[in-house]
C-alpha cells in the first residue's frame, strides 16, 4: 500500500445558543454537553491493484466514547465493507487496474465513511446528522432551562424568534439558568430545521437582544481568534460524514521475461576482469518500475560420458566428492548386480591433495577389494562383491572419493577409465570432467574475475535472476564456454604409408585411417593430392572413391590434417598409397588347335595333346590349364558330367590332389566326384590320402573306382572329429592308401586316384555348393602334399523353367526376364512356354520362383530385370565374353567378371 497520510477531519455537536430579548450583553464563555468524535485519514487514498485493504480509520473521542463506523453515502459504496468496531475498510474483490470497478469506469472511488459515538447528550431530545447552516434561525422556540433538564416547563419563562430572529423573554430570577433555541426555519435558505437543537451556555442575563444562530454558539465556545476561527470550519454535529475518495494504482505484477541467450563463449587467455555475460530482460509486458539482476553460480557440473554418470558435491568443510554411477540404460544388463567392479581414477596433484584410501567409499559391502592410492594422482580400485549385493536398479554410487582442492584451486580435471562390471568393459577409452568451483564471477553484468584457461577451466556455469520493483522474478541457466586457443597444436600419429590395395579390388574402400594425438579434432585432406580421395572429419578414414586400376595409377599421395576446436591445424602427414598389380590379361593358347592323331585301342593314360599359353601381356602368377569336354556325347538319360578338368602347375616336390570331374544324374539326386593326382615325378613310395564332405549334403555310396596300383586300403566313411582339412563345414571322410615297395608310384601322370558316388540332399534353398575337401595321412619321402578343394554344385539345373529339356533363350531366358519385371499370370507364360512343357502355367510360375535363389547373377542382393534377367537372356542367345556383361552388370554387384559370370550361369543349366 502507497504511504498513509493522516488529516485530522473534526466532527462537532454544535450547541447554538439562545438570546436573550430586548437587551444588549456580551457572550459568555461557552462549553459543550458532549464532544462528537474525531475522524482521521480523509485526504486522498492510494492503493496498489490486487490488493483489497484500503485504510483502517481511526476517529477520537474527547468525551471517550465508544465510536462506531459505517459507509454512509458514495456511488462506490456497495464496492466496500467497513468494520464498525475496528474501522477497517476494504474492498469486496480486489481491483484491477485494467478492469475498473467504479461508476466512473476508471480507477477513481467514491464514498462517504462516517463516525458516531452513540451518545445523546442528557438536554436534548434528538441529535442532527449532517451540516449546520450558517445564518439565522426564524421561528425557534426560546425558554429559559431553569432546572436544566433540557425540557420547556410551564413554569419556564418563553419566547419565540420573530422574523429578524430576535426574541425576548421575561428576566428569571435564576441567572446560572441556560437559554435553549430549539427549532426554527433557516432565513437563507427557508430550510426547516427542526431537529436542530441550538444549546447555549450564556448566562440569562439578558441585557440586550441577541439573536440566536449558529454562529452566535460556536464563536462563543472559543477561547482565542485561531480557535475561533478552526470551530468555523468544523460544522458538523453528532455522528459526522467524512467523504472519502479513493485512487488504484497500477502495479507491476508480471515479472520481467530474460531475452538474454542462454549461452556464451570467450577465448581462452583473453585477461581478467572482462564482461563475459550481459543479462537482458523485457519488463514491458506490464507496468514497469526497473529491474534489477542478480547472480547465483553453479559450482558443482554434473557430467556423462557413455555408461558412468559423474555427480560432484560440495561438502561443509571446502571438500569435494566425486560420485560415479551408472547410466539407467545400462542397468537393464545387469538384473542380479554385479560380482566384480574395476576402475581407475587420475587427478592432478597439483590440483588436488592426495588421498588416502579411508576417503573412498564402496557401497554394497563388498566381499574383498583392493584400493591403490600409492602414486600420486592417481587411484585403482578393485572390488569383488556377492552376487547382487550391489543392486544397479537403485541409484547407488559405484564408488564415491572425497577430495581436498589444494589452496586457492576452484578447479580440477578428473578422467575416470577401465571400468569394468564382471568382464565388460563399460568405458572402452578415457573419458575426462572438471569439477568447476566457483569464487570468480559477479554481476552487474556477469564478469569474470580471473583469466579464463580452458585447460583449467572449459566453461562456467551459472543463474542470472531478474526481479521488477514489485518483486516479481525470472530465472535463466547460463553457460560460457571456454574457447581452446593454440596452447599446442595438434600432431598426426598416424603413418605415412597405407597399406597397398589391389588394383580393380573395388570402389568406396577405406585405405587410410588418421589418427591424432588429441580426440576432440576435425580431419581433412590437403590439396593438391591425388583425386578421387575423400576423407570422413570425424573418424579420420580416406576413402578411395573409384574403383582403382593398376595401368592408369599405380600409387596414390595425399595429405592429412587435424584441427582441434580452438582452430590450430597440425602439420600436414604426407601418405603414399600402392596399388597392386594383378594379373588381369588372359593368356594366349598358343598351341594348335588339332591333337596328334592316335590309334584306337592303343592304351589309357597316355597324352593325346599339351597345351601351351603366353601370358606375357601382363603380370604373370602362372598358369593353370582345364579341360572343358565339348564332345557331343548321345544321350544315355542318366545326365552328363560336370568337366571341370583343372591339372595344377607342377611345382617341385609337391603330391598334387585335386577334382578333375564331376558328374550329376538328369534329376540331380546323385553325383559322382573323380579324384586325381599329379607330381613332377611319376615314381614316389605312396600317398595316403583323405576325401572329406558334409555329410548333411552327401551320403555317400561307394566307391566307383580306385586306383589299383599298389593299393593297400579304401574305407569310410570315418567322422573328422580333429577337422583334419580346416574346413569346419565338412564333418566327414573317406581314405585311400598307396603303397609302392619300390619306388614306382603311380608310374604315370596326371593319373586318377578314386571317383566317389554321393547321394545328393535336397539342399536349403540359399545353399548352392558343398566342399570336397581333402587331407594327407602319409606323403612320400621328399614331398609335401597339397589338396586343392572343391565346390561341388548340389543344385539341379533351374534354367529350364518349362522342363522341356533344354535352356531356352525365348523360352527359359524370357520367363526370367518377364518375372523380374513384374508380370505374373498369363502376361508371364504367354508364348513363353515351350510346346512339349509337361508343366502348366502355374507350375511353371512356381518353377521361377523358387530359381530367385540363384537368379540373382551379379550378386548384388536383388533379381533384377535389366541385370540378372538380361544376363541370362543373352547368356542363352549365345553371347559370351564382354558382350555378355556389357552395360548389364550392377554397380553393386560383387560378381562382374565375365568368367565368373559365365561360370555361374552354366553352373544351372541343365543336366550340368
Avoid at 16 to 42: E, F, K
Avoid at 72 to 85: P, R, T
Avoid at 825 to 853: F, H, K, Q, R, W
Avoid at 861 to 872: K, M, P, R
Wanted: one cysteine or more; proline letters at 4%.
Amino acid at each position: 500500500m502507497d504511504s498513509l497520510r493522516i488529516v485530522l477531519i473534526t466532527a462537532i455537536l454544535v450547541i447554538l445558543p439562545a438570546c436573550g430579548g430586548g437587551g444588549s450583553g456580551t457572550p459568555q464563555s461557552l462549553s459543550s454537553t458532549n464532544d462528537a468524535p474525531v475522524v482521521m485519514d480523509a485526504e486522498p487514498i492510494n492503493i496498489g491493484e490486487g490488493h483489497t485493504e484500503v485504510v483502517k480509520l481511526v476517529a477520537a473521542d474527547a468525551s471517550s466514547d465508544q465510536i462506531t463506523f459505517s459507509i454512509s453515502a458514495g456511488v462506490d459504496k456497495h464496492l466496500f465493507i467497513i468494520n464498525g468496531s475496528t474501522g477497517d475498510l476494504t474492498f469486496i474483490n480486489s481491483p484491477d487496474f485494467e478492469s475498473p470497478q467504479g461508476a466512473d469506469g476508471n480507477n477513481q472511488y467514491k464514498l462517504t465513511a462516517a463516525a458516531s459515538d452513540a451518545k445523546v447528550s442528557p438536554n436534548l431530545d434528538n441529535a442532527l446528522e449532517g451540516r449546520v447552516d450558517d445564518g439565522p434561525m426564524a421561528g425557534s422556540s426560546v425558554f429559559v432551562d431553569l432546572n436544566g433538564n433540557g425540557i420547556q416547563e410551564a413554569n419556564e419563562p418563553s419566547g419565540v424568534t420573530d422574523g429578524k430572529v430576535f426574541f425576548s423573554i421575561n428576566q428569571p430570577n435564576n441567572t446560572e439558568a441556560k437559554i435553549i433555541a430549539k427549532g426554527g426555519t433557516d432565513t437563507a435558505t427557508d430550510v426547516e430545521l427542526s431537529k436542530l437543537v441550538p444549546v447555549s451556555d450564556i448566562s440569562t442575563d439578558l441585557a440586550t437582544s441577541i439573536s440566536v444562530t449558529p454562529i452566535t454558539t460556536l464563536l462563543a465556545r472559543g477561547s482565542s481568534i485561531q480557535e475561533k476561527l478552526t470551530l468555523l470550519d468544523a460544522l458538523y454535529i453528532g455522528s459526522v460524514g467524512q467523504a472519502i475518495t479513493l485512487s488504484v494504482n497500477n502495479l507491476d505484477e508480471i515479472a520481467p521475461a530474460i531475452i538474454s541467450s542462454d549461452t556464451a563463449s570467450i577465448e581462452e587467455n583473453t585477461g581478467a576482469g572482462q564482461v563475459i555475460y550481459a543479462a537482458i530482460a523485457d519488463d514491458s509486458a506490464d507496468y514497469s518500475d526497473g529491474v534489477t539482476y542478480s547472480l547465483s553460480v553453479d559450482p558443482v557440473l554434473h557430467s556423462q560420458t557413455g555408461a558412468i554418470e559423474r555427480r560432484f558435491i560440495d561438502n561443509a568443510d571446502g571438500s569435494i566428492t566425486l560420485q560415479l554411477l551408472v547410466d539407467s540404460s545400462v542397468v537393464g544388463g545387469y538384473p542380479d548386480g554385479i560380482e566384480n567392479l574395476d576402475l581407475a581414477i587420475s587427478y592432478n596433484p597439483a590440483e588436488v591433495v592426495d588421498i588416502a584410501a579411508d576417503q573412498i567409499v564402496a557401497p554394497g559391502n563388498p566381499f574383498m577389494g583392493m584400493v591403490n592410492t600409492s602414486v600420486s594422482g592417481e587411484i585403482k580400485v578393485a572390488y569383488v562383491y556377492f552376487p547382487a549385493a550391489l543392486d544397479l536398479v537403485s541409484e547407488t554410487p559405484i564408488l564415491e572419493v572425497d577430495f581436498n582442492l589444494e589452496s586457492g584451486v576452484t578447479s580440477a580435471g578428473f578422467e575416470i577409465s577401465g571400468v569394468r562390471f564382471n568382464e565388460d568393459d563399460l568405458t572402452g577409452a578415457v573419458f575426462q570432467s572438471w569439477y568447476l568451483g566457483d569464487g570468480t564471477l559477479s554481476i552487474d553484468t556477469v564478469t569474470l574475475a580471473t583469466d579464463p584457461d580452458y585447460e583449467s577451466q572449459p566453461l562456467y556455469s551459472f543463474t542470472v535472476t531478474a526481479t521488477n520493483g514489485a518483486g516479481k522474478a525470472s530465472e535463466q541457466a547460463a553457460t560460457v564456454n571456454v574457447a581452446d586457443v593454440a596452447d599446442f597444436v595438434p600432431t598426426i600419429t598416424s603413418g605415412e604409408t597405407a597399406s597397398s590395395i589391389d588394383e580393380n579390388s573395388g570402389v568406396a574402400q577405406v585405405i587410410y585411417t588418421a589418427t591424432s594425438d588429441r580426440s576432440a579434432v576435425t580431419y581433412s585432406l590437403a590439396e593438391g593430392g591425388d583425386g578421387g580421395l575423400s576423407i570422413n572429419a570425424t573418424t579420420g578414414e580416406v576413402t578411395l572413391t573409384a574403383n582403382q586400376n593398376y595401368e592408369a595409377q599405380s600409387e596414390y599421395s595425399f595429405t592429412v590434417a587435424a584441427t582441434d576446436m580452438a582452430g590450430s591445424a597440425s602439420d600436414g602427414k604426407a601418405v603414399t598409397l600402392l596399388v597392386n598389380n594383378l594379373d588381369e590379361a588372359a593368356p594366349a593358347i598358343n598351341s594348335g588347335v588339332t591333337a596328334t592323331a592316335i590309334d584306337e585301342n592303343s592304351g589309357t593314360v597316355q597324352v593325346i595333346y599339351t597345351a601351351t599359353a603366353d601370358d606375357s601381356a601382363d603380370i604373370s602368377g602362372g598358369v593353370i590349364f582345364s579341360l572343358e569336354d565339348t564332345t557331343a556325347y548321345a544321350s544315355t538319360g542318366s545326365g552328363s558330367s560336370e568337366s571341370v578338368v583343372s591339372i595344377p602347375e607342377l611345382a617341385s616336390s609337391i603330391q598334387h590332389v585335386y577334382v578333375s570331374e564331376s558328374t550329376k544324374s538328369e534329376d540331380g539326386s546323385q553325383a559322382t566326384v573323380v579324384v586325381s593326382y599329379n607330381a613332377d615325378d611319376s615314381i614316389t613310395t605312396g600317398l595316403g590320402l583323405r576325401v572329406h564332405y558334409n555329410s548333411s549334403l552327401l551320403t555317400f555310396d561307394q566307391f566307383a573306382e580306385v586306383l589299383s596300383t599298389d593299393n593297400i586300403a579304401s574305407d569310410g566313411p570315418f567322422n573328422d572329429t580333429e577337422d583334419l582339412d580346416n574346413d569346419p563345414s565338412t564333418d566327414k571322410y573317406l581314405m585311400a592308401a598307396w603303397t609302392s615297395l619300390f619306388g614306382s608310384w603311380p608310374g604315370a601322370l596326371p593319373e586318377t586316384l578314386v571317383a566317389i558316388d554321393f547321394t545328393v540332399t535336397e539342399p536349403a534353398d540359399d545353399v548352392e555348393y558343398t566342399s570336397i575337401g581333402f587331407s594327407s595321412s602319409s606323403d612320400a619321402a621328399g614331398y609335401r602334399f597339397v589338396g586343392d578343394s572343391y565346390d561341388l554344385n548340389i543344385v539341379n539345373a533351374i534354367w529350364d523353367f518349362d522342363q522341356s529339356g533344354s535352356a531356352d533363350a525365348l523360352t527359359d531366358g524370357l520367363l526370367l526376364l518377364r518375372h523380374a519385371f513384374g508380370l505374373r499370370g498369363s502376361m508371364l507364360t504367354n508364348d513363353a512356354v515351350a510346346p512339349d512343357s509337361p508343366l502348366i502355367a502355374a507350375e511353371v510360375e512356381l518353377s521361377v520362383d523358387s530359381a530367385y535363389s540363384v537368379a540373382d547373377i551379379d550378386e548384388n542382393d536383388t533379381v533384377d530385370a535389366l541385370t540378372d534377367g538380361l544376363l541370362l537372356l543373352r547368356y542363352l542367345f549365345g553371347l559370351r565374353g564382354e558382350a555378355l556383361i556389357a552395360d548389364a552388370v550392377s554397380l553393386e554387384g560383387t560378381r562382374t567378371s565375365v568368367a565368373d559370370i559365365e561360370s555361374h550361369i552354366q553352373n544351372f543349366m541343365p543336366f550340368n
